[in-house]
């Protein structure tokens, strides 16, 4: 992400120190994460881009294996796969954790992750084909998913989301791209 900005002038993250080597660039907006993908898919010939709001969960979920959190049901057990409140008070390294079944780490806690998706308050009427919801909805705000460091573990469940205002930064949230 710094070679991102670097290069292209991006706004550089005031993330206070907390992201980037190996932990997950923070303080980005949802803007900065689709201008970065679009920059990644040009620098290296392959389509990079935020993922929707279902894909995201499926791939949290471990594929439809009914997993309340990333990689466990069993809260006794979620500190073993999740960067939370009760484990840690920043950002940590991406992989620090046990990754869940589809061998992807830090989808529960760590950071909040912006989805491609417009905010919509309930699934009505989303798209039935996988495809991200951008249509209606509240355009000044995106889904974000995942909780972060700061997070109690209700709030990093699997199926948990939320809303962030599209150009505003926050320090618990980063990205996640899809390929």
């Known amino acids: 992400y ?3 900005v670097e290069l292209t002038g991006g706004r550089s993250p005031n993330d206070e120190t907390l992201g980037r080597q190996r932990r997950p660039v923070t303080d980005v907006m949802w803007e900065d994460a689709v201008d ?3 920059w ?3 620098a290296t010939g392959k389509q990079y881009r935020l993922p929707n709001e279902s894909e ?3 791939a949290a979920g471990s594929g439809g294996k009914d997993t309340m959190w990333a990689g466990t049901s069993d809260e006794n ?3 073993d796969y999740a960067v939370y409140m009760v484990n840690s008070k920043h950002v940590e390294a991406v992989g620090s954790k046990k990754p869940n079944g589809f061998g ?3 989808m529960s806690g760590n950071v909040w992750e912006w989805c491609q998706d417009v905010w919509h308050d309930a699934y009505k009427d989303a798209p039935n084909d996988g495809s991200a919801w951008e249509q209606g909805g509240d355009s000044l705000r995106r889904v974000v998913r995942g909780g972060s460091w700061d997070n109690d573990p209700d709030v990093c469940r699997a199926t948990f989301r ?3 205002g599209a150009v505003t930064q926050y ?3 980063g990205l996640r791209l899809a390929r």
Do not use: F, M, P, T
Request: a neutral charge.
């Open 171 to 173: 320090l618990d949230c």
């Open 40 to 42: 990644l898919s040009h």
């Open 104 to 106: 992807l780490y830090d």
């Open 77 to 79: 057990q979620l500190k």
């Open 2 to 4: 710094d070679r991102y």
């Open 56 to 58: 995201w969960e499926y």
């Open 36 to 38: 970065y993908a679009k």
């Open 162 to 164: 939320i809303r962030y």
